[in-house]
């Protein structure tokens, strides 16, 4: 099987023109018109693999912002918007949904190829590095989510994290242990260094919401922080 493309956009002109470049560069190419219809295919586990998404912001049915947020909920393939001129809005959402680049609206076609090429050579660089879970010269990789420690840099699928240095030790903590569960008292100790009492608790758990807030990921069903009851914390694999 080779490379897929998921091109969502409701004019059927621009899905062919998109097409045809692809294809001629050998990309297996699926088009959809509709964001709902999007929405259902990128949470269809049986549907055949996609290896990146290029999203139009205004589609009928959801918009390209809902259908990057389910994308992101279940999946660390590279996404690109697509974007109408100065919707800056537009560009700021994606990134922070998790958006990986964005083509503002009229562009050439041979751009949107390089920038595809561009996202699934980092993607499969990263991937590489780190495997499912990894650690290389001091960045721990995990999906999708780079820790870089001497640099004290997060980012998550290419989006730079904006942590605190709390956050940022919750993290490597939760990632060095490698899937184990991580009590709240542990975490707090080996953070704060101070004995553990009870509001050591309360303060590992705004930690922790606050992290998730910011990797964007969601409680009901984490796809990094899992929270263990009566137990602690673990990076879901």
Not at 66 to 76: F, L, P, Q, T, W
Not at 134 to 144: K, L, P
Not at 197 to 212: A, D, K, N
């Amino acid at each position: 099987m080779g490379t897929r493309v998921l091109v969502v956009d409701d004019e059927p002109e621009i899905c062919e023109l998109v097409r045809v470049y692809l294809e001629a560069e050998g990309f297996e190419v699926e088009t959809l018109g509709d964001g709902a219809a999007a929405a259902a295919r990128v949470t269809d586990d049986d549907a055949p693999q996609v290896d990146l998404a290029v999203l139009d912001v205004m589609l009928p049915g959801a918009s390209g912002l809902e259908v990057c947020r389910a994308i992101r909920a279940r999946h660390s393939y590279p996404v690109i918007m697509l974007t109408a001129r100065g919707e800056q809005a537009d560009k700021i959402c994606g990134l922070t949904l998790g958006a990986d680049d964005y083509v503002t609206k009229p562009f050439l076609p041979l751009e949107l190829v390089a920038r595809v090429k561009a996202q699934l050579r980092r993607y499969t660089t990263y991937n590489a590095a780190g495997g499912a879970h990894g650690e290389r010269d001091g960045v721990i990789a995990c999906r999708g989510l780079l820790l870089d420690v001497p640099a004290h840099e997060a980012t998550l699928n290419e989006r730079p994290l904006a942590l605190t240095p709390t956050e940022f030790s919750l993290l490597r903590i939760l990632l060095e242990a490698d899937g184990a569960v991580v009590s709240a008292r542990e975490l707090y100790q080996r953070i704060f260094g101070d004995e553990y009492y009870e509001r050591g608790s309360g303060s590992i758990t705004v930690h922790v919401r606050h992290l998730r807030e910011k990797m964007g990921d969601s409680f009901e069903d984490p796809r990094y922080i899992k929270t263990v009851w009566g137990l602690g914390y673990k990076i879901e694999r």
